[in-house]
Structure formats: C-alpha cells, structure tokens
C-alpha cells in the first residue's frame, strides 16, 4: 500500500508570504496528525483529525496557522503569513486505530522561510 | 505532563561497535514508549515500541530497547553498528490519557565511522 505522503518536499518562501503544504494519509486511515520540528529542537505535535473533524488542535502555535481535512481524506496545513520562526520540518502522520502505536509518518516538508 | 530527554545530541561510533542510546521519560503512569528513525530524506520509521510485558524489546534492524521504570528510562542498544545506522534517532512518550499524542525527545545524531 502507498504510505503517507507529502508535498512539497522542499519549499522556500519569505516572510509574509503565504504556504501550503499537503499530507495524504493511507488510505482508510480515519486518523491524520501533523508534527513539526524547528530548528532542531523536539517534534511537537500540532493537530489531530478523525475524519474531517479536529479532535486535538493544541499543538497550533497561533492563528497563522489553519488545517483542513475537507471529506476526510488529505489534509492541508496554510501558513498565512509565514515568519522566519516557522521554518522546519512538518510533518504528517496517520493511524486508522486510536491508539499511539498505529502511526505511520510522511517523509516531511522542510519549509524554510526567508 | 509528559516529557522525554535524550541527554545525547551527537554520537560517534565506530563501525562494528556497540551502541546505546539513552532516552529518560517523565510520566506518573506507565507510558507507551517508542524508538523512531529518520534517515536523510527519510520520513520516521518506527523501531521497536513497548507497552507492556516484557521489558525488553526487539526491533526492526537489529536494535532492541530495554524499559526501567525504576529509572524511567528506556535506552535504545544495538551490538554491532553498521554504516548505514547513521542516522538520527527519537525517542518518543505516548499516554493513554493523552489520546494518542506523541511528545518526542530531542533526538540524538548518530554517526558511524568506518
């Protein structure tokens, strides 16, 4: 099966601009998360949906950052307007069970913004 | 809350040698714990992961883990390194109480000299 994927891989903006990054989970998997990891300091966890609905948005550092899970299936994650303290690596993960050992991750987007 | 401290940044080792990755945790109850991967390029790969019973843990790639609670750790070791371990390795914490949330410790940097 194809596993989670993520676009871009690379993305190189500068402040005040706006980015979008993708996630597709696995199919069927009902669960899909995003992490982050900036400048090399821990992965922490942003967001969780089940399906389209947000189950878990704690992790969202403010409101320049908005996910969607429209239908259930990919997700976006918009930055809007990307600071230089947003640059890292994002990352997507999904589960189909509820549980912490069902995640599979995505390869990451590196976003550097300038 | 949870936390995870991997006390190591970068490690050496030479090829053929052994290696031991230190994780601690902090959580009153008994965590899930887990050894991710990423190579370069690479998503997070799942190593090994426990959650109950025996306390020492096989893996993937010839690594094992073994978890003390009485000293909340749960370091990861391997008897032989080969080059292509060379990686960054995380130690991550997820709590029944937490949903299935992740919080990741800093990582540690592995490299393998020939």
């Known amino acids: 099966e194809a596993g989670v994927t993520q676009f871009p891989s690379h993305s190189v903006i500068e402040k005040g601009q706006t980015v979008t990054l993708r996630c597709d989970p696995i199919?069927?998997?009902?669960?899909l998360y995003w992490y982050r990891r900036v400048m090399g300091k821990e992965i922490k966890f942003l967001l969780h949906?089940?399906?389209?609905?947000?189950?878990?948005e704690s992790g969202m550092p403010n409101n320049r950052f908005l996910a969607e899970r429209t239908g259930g299936t990919y997700s976006t994650l918009k930055v809007q307007p990307a600071e230089l303290e947003d640059s890292g690596v994002y990352f997507c993960?999904?589960?189909?069970?509820?549980?912490?050992?069902?995640?599979?991750f995505g390869s990451g987007t590196r976003l550097t913004v300038v | 809350a949870q936390s995870v401290t991997q006390p190591d940044i970068h490690i050496t080792v030479s090829e053929g040698a052994s290696l031991e990755l230190r994780c601690n945790y902090s959580y009153g109850a008994t965590p899930y714990l887990f050894w991710y991967v990423q190579s370069p390029g690479q998503g997070l790969q799942l190593l090994l992961k426990?959650?109950?019973?025996?306390?020492l843990v096989q893996g993937i790639k010839g690594f094992e883990a073994e978890f003390k609670r009485s000293q909340s750790s749960f370091n990861l070791r391997k008897p032989s390194v080969h080059w292509s371990d060379a990686a960054e390795y995380f130690c991550a914490v997820g709590a029944e109480n937490a949903g299935n949330m992740l919080t990741f410790g800093g990582g540690t940097r592995l490299m393998v000299k020939p």
């Open positions: 949906f089940v399906k389209e609905s947000k189950q878990d």
């Open positions: 993960a999904s589960s189909q069970v509820y549980r912490a050992d069902g995640y599979t």
């Open positions: 199919s069927g998997h009902d669960n």
């Open positions: 426990y959650f109950s019973g025996d306390t």
